[in-house]
């Protein structure tokens, strides 16, 4: 077996050698290389391409920090262990952030360095292993994923999630309904289900490519619609961004669109729900609150380069004492792709019915307008079979 490859990188020629002494009886683990400053570690990385990085925090010119995040970019192959006198939860969040896969505080002895390299090596091989897997998902992916976000409770996301999802199923669309939110079931009570399968337990066994063991995990609905409910708090630590990655390329290589459920604080997995989006749709009400955390989460998709893939839905549009819809615009800045009229009763029956609003309230003038919406997302012309499954989200509307 070929032994880890290390680089070491200090501005210290005395800890260099201290570093390579103590790492000399560990047969798995070769020394390659040395750099004394971020910008040397870089280009050594570059060139020798080591398994694992060893790298201080405080060097000349370039720091560790900065050479780290260069290197996970660059040399995305190499993991990177920071080995500092910095012991501050600050250095160690920073230096996480940056890529690092670990993080050990001086002084160290030569079991603890080995036991470090070994794990964060063989972690780093199967995290570039997954990512492998992804990127090939990615290439086989035919569906869309449309991901619900809003910074603010109590404007409907779940209730447009849920009823978006059926009226596309009801379009003739395969579709998956996935809840994001840990330990709260929202989508569950929304639809009357009992989950025996979670998103946790799919990404605990989605090593597997089979794209029929995928459903195994879903609970069909009458809507047409298949659901992924959300894990429990327990189970949660499961799903990690690289696996819930992992689960949305297994979804849309067999569903036309995928609809996720997230939830209002922007954690690791509604941040990879907004990245894997191709439209976010970002749920505001006419209320200054809504509005104002509406503008908010619009700068933070802005900050993210994510706001060429977000459109506003405007729900219960027309409420009493409401904002009005042009002076929404004209404070986001952007034209509202949808506007779903209150209809509070409606959506109160629905919910309470743990039905579809579609089921509840057919001729309705909010089910009018999602199914309005369901339409405006995709061709009216074609509908998906098993064989040949298809989508057109029209990139037109919304410059995706």
Do not use: W
């Amino acid at each position: 077996m070929e032994p880890i490859k290390v680089l070491i990188v200090d501005d210290v020629a005395g800890t260099r050698e201290d570093i390579r002494r103590l790492l000399f009886f560990e047969e798995d683990i070769k020394v390659v290389g040395e750099a004394d400053d971020g910008s040397v570690a870089i280009a050594s990385a570059e060139d020798l391409r080591p398994d694992v990085i060893l790298m201080d925090i405080n060097l000349p010119e370039m720091d560790g920090i900065t050479a780290t995040e260069e290197i996970t970019n660059k040399v995305p192959e190499s993991a990177v262990i920071i080995v500092s006198i910095q012991g501050e939860q600050e250095y160690i969040r920073k230096a996480m952030a940056a890529g690092a896969g670990d993080y050990l505080v001086k002084p160290i002895n030569s079991s603890e360095l080995a036991a470090a390299i070994r794990r964060v090596h063989e972690k780093h091989k199967h995290r570039q292993n997954l990512l492998g897997i992804q990127a090939q998902a990615k290439s086989r992916r035919q569906g869309k994923i449309i991901t619900v976000f809003s910074t603010r409770g109590g404007v409907g996301r779940t209730l447009v999630a849920v009823n978006l999802a059926a009226a596309l199923a009801q379009e003739g669309r395969k579709t998956v309904l996935v809840d994001l939110v840990p330990g709260e079931g929202d989508i569950e009570v929304a639809l009357n289900l009992k989950a025996r399968r979670t998103l946790a337990d799919l990404v605990d066994e989605s090593s597997t490519e089979d794209l029929v063991a995928v459903d195994n995990f879903l609970i069909s609905h009458y809507t047409g619609t298949k659901v992924l409910c959300s894990p429990s708090r327990d189970d949660a630590y499961l799903v990690t961004p690289e696996a819930l990655q992992h689960a949305l390329d297994l979804l849309t290589e067999r569903y036309s669109y995928v609809i996720l459920d997230t939830g209002i604080r922007p954690d690791s997995l509604t941040q990879t729900a907004l990245s894997a989006a191709d439209l976010i749709l970002l749920l505001a009400t006419p209320e200054l609150l809504s509005i104002r955390h509406a503008r908010s989460a619009l700068d933070f998709l802005t900050d993210h380069d994510l706001q060429d893939r977000a459109a506003i839905v405007l729900n219960r549009a027309g409420l009493e004492g409401g904002i009005k819809t042009a002076e929404i615009e004209r404070v986001l800045e952007c034209k509202c792709l949808a506007s779903l009229p209150e209809d509070g009763k409606a959506a109160v029956t629905s919910l309470n019915k743990g039905q579809s609003i579609l089921t509840t309230s057919p001729a309705g003038k909010l089910t009018q307008a999602i199914r309005a919406l369901a339409r405006q997302l995709c061709s009216p012309e074609e509908k998906d079979t098993e064989e040949t499954p298809r989508l057109s989200i029209a990139a037109r509307l919304f410059s995706l």
